[in-house]
């Protein structure tokens, strides 16, 4: 019997003989429906770090997509019982979404590598500095629908109508011209995109009037994109090339801004080798998705060198 256990320890070591099965998620969320979901999932636990990785079936607005980031950190800094957290690092996922890599601590006095290693930047992607958020001061923010009044509540369920394109919610033009947009943003890739076109258009006539609305450059970007798509399938080639440069014709979004431009259209152009026309556009969303200006140049020398670029998630934003 001996000799038959050292002979099994040989062909599978004890570690894997004993091994634990992997512990499950720490921290798992979604945020959005069947149309627009995003998803994190807590990979990692370490003494002051974890690894989480974001990833989407189609991205929401930047801002609440970063919300919904930031309440997975807020909630394993809350778990961990510490009263700081930080983004240490961030990268693209193979496949689409984001890691992060989040670090936490009791003390925002101590420099980022002091704490947690050499390895992560004192700075972000964009340059500026890595900052400490305080648990408590969050819970302000992540905890707020518990001391919504009952008037509050009612806005919020209204607005969250208005998200799901349900036009007939609107109360006045505004709030007609954000449900118009959603409606749109959960079809911009139906099997016939003519079944948009009039709400696109609609849109379109709207706009002037409602400059101040939420994300106003998304939705120039979309009924933009929409119509010079339906144009292209149509055979309009210059209504298409008109309509991708009139996509770019806004100050940007907070979507824009920071995810950076959708560029479907483009690549569609790309195809029917339409490329003045897609290098003008690069140039046009540099002033609003300049901390990106290292990708616009490389789809820029990949258009010029008579390639089609890998524009990865910005087929989806």
């Not at 936490?104 to 390895?119: A, L």
């Not at 801004?257 to 140039?283: C, H, I, W």
Request: glycine letters at 8%; hydrophobic letters at 35%.
């Amino acid at each position: 019997m001996k000799s038959l256990f050292l002979l099994l320890a040989l062909i599978f070591p004890l570690t894997e003989l004993y091994a634990e099965p992997p512990p499950s998620p720490l921290v798992e969320l979604d945020y959005g429906d069947t149309n627009c979901m995003m998803h994190i999932v807590e990979l990692e636990r370490n003494t002051n770090t974890s690894l989480l990785r974001f990833t989407y079936k189609k991205m929401g607005p930047s801002v609440g997509s970063s919300l919904f980031t930031g309440s997975a950190f807020y909630k394993i800094a809350k778990n961990r019982g510490v009263k700081y957290y930080t983004v240490l690092k961030e990268w693209e996922a193979p496949g689409g979404g984001y890691y992060y890599v989040g670090g936490f601590s009791d003390d925002n006095t101590i420099g980022i590598q002091e704490q947690f290693g050499n390895e992560y930047s004192p700075t972000n992607r964009a340059g500026k500095p890595r900052v400490f958020l305080s648990v408590s001061k969050m819970s302000h923010l992540f905890e707020w629908s518990a001391n919504l009044t009952d008037s509050e509540r009612e806005a919020e369920e209204h607005m969250g109508i208005l998200h799901q394109g349900n036009v007939n919610a609107a109360t006045n033009e505004m709030e007609r011209f954000v449900a118009l947009w959603w409606s749109i943003r959960r079809a911009k890739r139906p099997i016939n995109l003519s079944d948009v076109r009039e709400t696109a258009k609609e849109l379109e006539r709207m706009a002037p009037q409602c400059k101040g609305a939420p994300s106003y450059g998304s939705v120039v970007q979309d009924f933009n994109q929409i119509l010079g798509r339906i144009a292209l399938a149509e055979g309009n080639v210059d209504e298409a090339k008109k309509r991708l440069l009139a996509s770019a014709y806004s100050d940007g979004s907070p979507t824009m801004n920071s995810f950076g431009p959708n560029m479907t259209l483009a690549k569609e152009l790309l195809l029917k080798r339409e490329r003045e026309v897609v290098l003008q556009y690069f140039d046009l969303c540099r002033k609003f998705w300049g901390r990106h200006s290292d990708k616009l140049d490389l789809w820029t020398e990949d258009v010029k060198s008579n390639r089609i670029p890998k524009f990865g998630a910005n087929l989806k934003y």
